[in-house]
């Protein structure tokens, strides 16, 4: 089969950012021709289906933690040959708790979707993106700083903001930008999985921002090519302050 135009591919697209991106790019980028939305809840993709009208749409019921679901994407991707202007790695999930209360398979498990899923995904996707193309890429205002009690999360978020920097770098000579996504807390079901050990904070209850105003900043900043995306006031001086105070002192203050 030839080469199909202008895809988006969107992981954890049944729920919160990665659906608000998938609704967004309908909306602002009439010249995407096809979505490819991938999560393991095949009916709350066929649910996002029906709002993405008039543009193909390929539904792939996948569980990125699982190695055989990545190479089932990789072989679609042969066959397919798809012409990607842009690709969105919002799978993910976190954990609050220390690391001794929590089960080792859910500390593993933040690993594998945040950082080893998405890198997979990049890698695969990669050879298909095109010049000007965009990779979006999830990561947190969790990576500013080391979180104790959400330590596993916050560190599989500086690795996704670490690697993304990088990786942008790498792929200027291609034209093609990278953007971490880096909100504070958005009020999404996230915080379903979030709360399984332990509450979230309540100056994170209180400081929730919206998921569509943080995904429409995101690709505002993902079109004029910016590295980093912060969302508000708030998380613009958190990651000031991170960047510039001892980590020791920080963790101290947030913990
Ligand atoms: N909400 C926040 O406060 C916040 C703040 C900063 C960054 N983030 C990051 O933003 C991203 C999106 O989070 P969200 O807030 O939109 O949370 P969400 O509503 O819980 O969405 C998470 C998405 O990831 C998918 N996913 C999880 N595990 C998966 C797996 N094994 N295979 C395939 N898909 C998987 C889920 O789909 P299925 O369950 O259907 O598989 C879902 O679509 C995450 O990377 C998160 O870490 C969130």
Redesign the pocket.
Known sequence: MGKKGNVAII?????????EFAIQIAQFYPSIQEFWI????KE?LEELQEKLLGRRVKILA????RQE?IDALKQTLEEEKPHVRILVN?????MIGRVGKMQEKDCTGMVD??CR?LTAVTHIVLPYITKKGQIIQ?????AFMPQPGFAV?AAS?SYVLSFSRALGCELKGRDISVTA?????????????AETYEAVRLYKKLT?AK?DKVVYQALVDAKHGRSVSVYGPLMKGFRVLAKFLPADFMMMFVH
């Open positions: 992981t954890g697209a049944s729920s919160g950012m990665g659906r991938i999560a393991r809840r709350r996948l569980d990125l933690g679901d919002a799978a993910g999930f976190g979707i945040n899923a999830m990561a947190s205002s969790a999360y978020k996504v880096c909100p504070g807390p958005v009020k999404t079901e996230f915080f379903d999985i929730m998921a």
